[in-house]
């Protein structure tokens, strides 16, 4: 089963993207794929890894927007145990 990447199209959500990676990597993992094949899904593996990053930076971001303080124009760090 090959997992297509939409690379210049809208990306699909990162919940999405994740599985699609797991996906690849388990198809790599079985080892049975041809080099071309596994070439493939690994490009295509990078290129959702390089989505997942920037999508969890911009929620990063986000989340310290959210959290600042007042009028302060300096940003603070997520804080999970909130």
Known sequence: MQVAVM???TLPGFDIQLKELEQL?????????????AL????DGIA?????EKQ??????KVQILSRQ????????FDESR
Do not use: F, I
Not at 40 to 43: A, S
Not at 56 to 61: D, G, N, S, W, Y
């Open 25 to 37: 990597v388990a198809n790599m993992e079985k080892g049975d794929l041809s080099l071309e094949d």
């Open 56 to 61: 969890l930076a911009e929620a990063e971001q």
């Open 40 to 43: 493939k899904q690994y490009e």
């Open 48 to 52: 959702l890894v390089r989505a997942c």
């Open 7 to 9: 690379a210049k199209k």
């Open 70 to 77: 007042g009028n302060e124009e300096t940003l603070t760090d």
